[in-house]
């Protein structure tokens, strides 16, 4: 279900360091609100599905985000040359458990039960790479909520409104709902799957921070 993302206010914006043209290598309609909240001028250009392909090794939800938002950015890299990409990829954390979106309703289901009454990490990887000076730099953002014990009430009626669709963790932080809170780093924007303050750091900091992507072969 596409629903509009709230006014975020204040948000941050940084000048892309390369000047080439933005690309958001992402479908996700919160990153594409964020960034026109904050006056980014950008393209979209999605990754394909298969980039965000499973692996069979043990990782943590800080390692899978930071990878995921690689390889998303390797896929369109392949494609669209000569500008500045940012992927990302946005993980919920509970107990160890890692919880991307659900796959349906009754996942959806599963994902609430297991965070109500808890707190939970929210991870967003973030890829910045200039594809034309092949240059590339990797961070991660963690913001920590908790979630009320749910009713099954509560439950029931949050899952007929359909919003958990492509949400990780089988919620919106930005629907509204009055049983999450945010315990550490209040980055809103992190939890709906773009850390907008880290991002304007990240692009005022770019030409030190960043390195080439392969240093010997490519
Ligand atoms: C935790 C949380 C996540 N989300 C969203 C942000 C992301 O769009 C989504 C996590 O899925 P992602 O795989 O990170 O992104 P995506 O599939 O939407 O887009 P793409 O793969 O093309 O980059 O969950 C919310 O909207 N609200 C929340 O509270």
Known sequence: MSDPLPLMKD???AKIPTGEPFV????????????RQAGYEFEVCPAADFAECPVDFPETASEMVARLAFQK??????????CFLLAADTLADCQGKILGKPTD?????DMLRLLSGSEHDVYTGVCLWSTGTDRCYLDV?????????????TIEQYLAGGRWEGKAGGFGYQDGNDW????????????VGLPMERLAELLEKFDSLADKVYKSVR
């Open 73 to 82: 950015a390797v896929e369109v890299a392949r494609r669209r040359k000569g």
């Open 180 to 191: 999450i809170h945010v315990v550490e780093n209040d980055s809103e924007s992190n939890i």
């Open 11 to 13: 948000l941050p914006r």
């Open 105 to 109: 309703r009754q996942h959806a289901e």
């Open 141 to 153: 953002v963690r913001s920590r909520l908790k979630m009320d014990s749910l009713s099954e009430e």
């Open 24 to 35: 958001l290598a992402s479908g996700s309609p919160r990153r594409a609100e964020l960034l």
